[in-house]
């Protein structure tokens, strides 16, 4: 069952030439690129769609680092139910891992954890978590690395969101995904995503998560609406706003320019006043406050042009983004349905297991 009502591209105030020249020039741009799924949001309505085939709506797909949204979400959740502080110290929870705990790590908050600023100086990242989730004993490992200027400086750390989702279970005696089943699945309509675990069995908290691009962007407007659903404040728009707010400098991350704007608690900061989940070789939803919108896709392409997708957005059709509803276009409207109709991988592509296409 659709979670969003649909309604066309100009009723919301956009034209819908304009979503077919981002779709075009992406293409002409990255021609070597997979985008799978895109979606549109505005005003709390899905305005365009499409799936490139052999991918199809409602296919469940690898998220990447989008994950962390969902980890940083719990921990949200323990702070609105008086559980835990951000300020509150890591080991201070994980008392067993004392006599482990290196140099630095006895002072580390939780605060520093969601910033991405542990102080660890070790380069991770979604292979290395992948690579990790083999192996036993990892919140220990974790622990036991060094910590030289928490709070200071930003590092992009799997093992970082790893120990959220272990600090989460520790507290509520649930595993990530039992955690948030009832408080958030069940309320946003997502289906019970597929979590990737390690060997101890508790979610990776990193990556690993498989979901649809419309449940996807439920999560991306539950935070545009600052934590209400439905008429429901179900997380305090206070957090909504700590969380999606810059707590470190990125700027000397190479990704790109919207990777250069400041990190959240585990969301991205981006040009235009925007912020974003944001998982490896292109999954984002894009959020942007101003024009009560969500753009989202799920990709397969090379890290090193992931810029390409935001540049061509903001190019295309943030512009064109306006105020009042527009004369509707049946004529570009059906031009532009037609056009999705068409979009398809090249015949030499072969999903992989990695991107399985699952309902």
Known sequence: MPIFERTTPESM????NCIQQFLTQLKETCPDQETHHFMMLRHGKVISEGSY?????GNRHVLYSVSKAFTSTAIGFLVAEGKLKVTDNMLDYFPEYREFAAPGM????????????TGQN??????VVSKQAEEGGRLEKFFAFPSEDAGQFFRY???ASYSLSRLVTKISGQHLDEFLKERLFDKLGIRMPFFERCPEGYCLGASG?????????ALGQFYLQKGNWKGEQILPAEWIEQASSCQIDTSHVVTGTDWNQGYCYHFWRGRHNTYRFCGAYGQMCVIMPD???LFLVQSAFENSKLFHILDTFYETILPYIGKEPLPENEKEQNELNKFIKTLALSKNHKPTEEWELSE
């Not at 070790?122 to 292979?127: A, L, Y």
């Not at 998560?209 to 962007?217: D, G, R, V």
């Open 13 to 16: 105030g956009i034209p819908s």
């Open 53 to 57: 085939a052999p991918y199809k709506a």
């Open 106 to 117: 006895e002072q580390l908050t939780v605060h520093q954890v969601l910033a991405m600023t």
């Open 122 to 127: 070790k380069k991770t990242g979604v292979h």
């Open 157 to 159: 750390d799997g093992d």
């Open 209 to 217: 998560m498989k979901i649809s691009i419309e449940e996807m962007a």
């Open 291 to 293: 024009l009560d919108a």
